[in-house]
């Protein structure tokens, strides 16, 4: 077994584990819906579907990027594809890095078959970008006929990992460069240390669809690579000795999430661990909310994918909202540790407890998400 299959390996039994998770929140529990009393709505017309990269979803849901590489993670994304498709919901592979050391490792991802009709994304590390051309990174896409390409940032990850790939420069123009040549739209995500505006504004600018802003508070990839403790076959040539103390570095998800929206459209993730918790992140105005953990230890991840789905619908109807756009609106009270760090930030944590109706008269004097 290669040393990148060993620590894929390693990464998904201790993802496991609860203690893999952060300690402190991502602030779902800081967000409050208001309670509408009088919704003239039918629960039962309710509808929550929506299409996302030209594919019809039943619920704005999708399974982050986890694995591949290994035949326990070629199990896992053929458990999930066939989920994914059953739900209606959509699916984020895990990094395609071993597909560019080993071509046999498509086998792994390839699972088009199982989920034919819904959006499938592939994925591939930031740091990874500048190792090959182009093309490669194509491949990787079109081998498994993939609606989108993730690229993941995760500078906290190989900070603290023996053998990680610490160098981040050059990676904006990578991504630029992937942008402008790639057939599909490319997605960027963090890994649970969360994005911010500026970070997400220079994404957008670079061509980038959509960012996943995956927050912390849930899985902590430093927890995870401290708990590994680095190669275990006498270490790798350029192993380091990590700095400690960054178990529970990060930006929480809902000011992260708070920050992105306001640039552009954005994935909702890092602890989402319900379908309340997605629903908050809808209402905070998510295009879709994403889970990896959660999908992960399930045993019957489309029947956790539906019971999200009836707790979205709920929620739309208790707050009136007969749609995701009027869902979008909902107004919702952002309290605690969220709202102070939003209102440091200089984002107006009030902008969501008095959304704006639909059609509102442009008048110049439009509410914005910054104070
Ligand atoms: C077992 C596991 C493996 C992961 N591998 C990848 C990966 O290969 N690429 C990636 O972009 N993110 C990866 N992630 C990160 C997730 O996509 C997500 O951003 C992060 O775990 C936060 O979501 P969560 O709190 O719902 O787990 C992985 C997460 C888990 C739990």
Redesign the pocket.
């Known amino acids: 077994m290669s040393t990148i299959s060993e620590r894929?390996d390693a990464?998904?039994a201790?993802?496991?584990k609860p203690d893999m998770?952060y300690g402190h929140s991502?602030g779902f529990d800081d967000v409050q819906f208001l309670h509408n009393s009088l919704p003239e709505l039918n629960l039962k017309d309710i509808d929550c579907s929506t299409t996302f990269l030209n594919k019809k979803l039943s619920a704005p849901l999708m399974i982050?990027?986890?694995?591949?590489g290994t035949e326990k993670g070629a199990a896992l994304n053929h458990n999930l594809a066939v989920a994914a498709e059953q739900a209606g919901i959509a699916l984020?592979?895990?990094?395609q890095r071993p597909m560019l050391k080993d071509a046999k490792t498509l086998a792994h991802y390839a699972v088009r078959e199982l989920c034919p009709s819904i959006p499938l994304i592939g994925?591939i590390?930031a740091v990874n970008l500048r190792e090959y051309p182009l093309e490669k990174i194509e491949w990787l896409v079109s081998s498994i006929e993939a609606d989108a390409l993730?690229i993941?940032l995760?500078p906290l990850q190989e900070a603290v990992q023996p053998e990680g790939d610490t160098d981040f420069s050059g990676v904006f123009h990578a991504i630029g460069k992937v942008c402008e040549k790639l057939p599909v739209p490319v997605i960027v995500?963090?890994?649970?240390a969360g994005l911010n505006a500026p970070a997400a504004q220079s994404l957008f600018d670079a061509g980038v669809k959509f960012v996943?802003c995956?927050?912390s508070?849930?899985?902590s990839?430093s927890k995870i690579e401290y708990a590994r403790g680095g190669e275990k076959k006498g270490g790798a040539a350029n192993a380091r000795l990590p700095p400690s103390g960054f178990e529970e570095w990060g930006y929480p998800t809902i000011p992260s999430l708070c920050e992105c929206v306001s640039i552009g459209p954005t994935i909702c993730?890092?602890?989402?661990?319900s379908g309340m918790d997605a629903a908050k992140g809808l209402a905070l105005g998510a295009t879709l909310c994403?889970?990896?953990?959660?999908?992960?230890v399930s045993p019957d991840p489309a029947k956790l994918a539906a019971e999200w789905r009836e707790q979205i619908r709920t929620a739309m109807f208790l707050t009136g909202s007969k749609d995701l756009e009027q869902f979008s609106r909902a107004p919702v009270f952002i309290t605690g540790r969220s709202a102070e760090l939003m209102r440091l930030r200089g984002l107006d944590p009030s902008f969501y407890a008095m959304s704006a109706p639909l059609e509102s008269p442009s008048n110049g004097n439009e509410r914005s998400h910054y104070l």
């Open positions: 894929k990464h998904l201790l993802a496991a998770q991502s982050s990027g986890m694995t591949g984020g592979l895990g990094s994925n590390g993730a993941h995760n995500k963090e890994t649970g996943e995956s927050g508070g849930g899985t990839w993730s890092g602890g989402v661990r994403g889970a990896a953990q959660p999908f992960f």
